[in-house]
């Protein structure tokens, strides 16, 4: 038994698999908090639109003072990932006028 506990305390690649599985669970972890604040505050805006549409109405044809809340609480709650909208954006200029540099 002394011998596996010598090879274990020995081991480089063994620090290194620690390190890298407690990176990961870190980024994992961080990612579920994200989405759990996400899935909070859009949950909220989502609740906040159905509860004060007008009945016989379609959701987004006559807003409400409590819709236009729901529709803050879901503009917060999907901002963790509005960095994508951007980027999808500014590549796609960026391909625009590069492609029009050499017309």
Excluded: W
């Excluded at 010598?6 to 407690?22: A, H, R, S, T």
């Excluded at 961080?30 to 996400?38: D, E, G, P, R, T």
């Excluded at 987004?60 to 960095?83: A, H, N």
Aim: aromatic residues 20%; hydrophobic residues 45%; proline residues 2%.
């Amino acid at each position: 038994m002394k011998n596996n506990n010598k090879l274990f305390e020995n081991n480089p690649f063994l620090d290194i698999f620690k390190g890298g599985f407690v990176g990961m669970f870190g980024i994992i972890s961080a990612n579920m908090i994200i989405a759990l604040y996400s899935l909070t505050f859009a949950g909220i805006g989502y609740f906040l639109l159905k509860r004060y549409n007008k009945s016989n109405t379609e959701l987004f044809d006559e807003l409400q003072t409590g819709q236009y809340i729901g529709i803050i609480f879901c503009i917060i709650g999907l901002l963790p990932y509005m960095q994508y909208f951007f980027a999808g954006f500014l590549m796609e200029g960026g391909q625009y006028a590069f492609d029009k540099l050499f017309e």
